[in-house]
């Protein structure tokens, strides 16, 4: 089978178009494609405790504290304990986190507006139902075991 042909090549090309696109519009403004995506993954009024942020990216503990750190050296957001639970710090967005949140929220939404003018509905359906089995078969952690390696 040619690398091509494979499920996980065509995945994984497409993503690295879409993250260029998007790292590109983000540099304009001092950011990064991680950043806008970590904006949008918190709540913009009560905002989002530490410990969800990471699960929502994909992000490991490591990788997510560096990326906070960054976020919060640009302040776009500040650290604040929990009003309920003191032993729980929520991710609170500033201003300008906010300001770059709904710009980072419009510019997915141009991308997909712009995707959807030129793949006609009923291929973009096909394609949510295989992806969405791709991700269940890949929850499942036990994929690779059908085949002996």
Known sequence: MKREE??????????????RIYNQQ??????????????????????????K?????GL???SLSRLLKSMEEKKLIKRVS?????????????????????????IVLR???AVREEIPEQKLKVFFEVVQGINQL??????????NV
């Open 6 to 19: 494979t499920i996980d090549h065509n995945i994984r090309i497409a993503w690295h178009g879409i993250s």
């Open 26 to 51: 983000a540099a304009k403004y001092g950011g990064s494609m991680s950043i806008g995506f970590a904006l949008l993954s918190i709540h913009g009024d009560e905002g989002t405790p530490t410990t």
């Open 53 to 57: 942020i990471g699960p929502l990216m």
């Open 60 to 62: 490991e503990p490591r």
């Open 82 to 106: 929990d009003k309920n639970d003191k032993r729980t710090v929520r991710i609170m967005l500033t201003n300008e986190g906010k300001k770059r949140r709904e710009l980072s929220k419009e």
């Open 111 to 113: 991308f997909n507006e």
């Open 138 to 147: 890949v929850e499942k952690n036990n994929i690779l075991r059908r085949v």
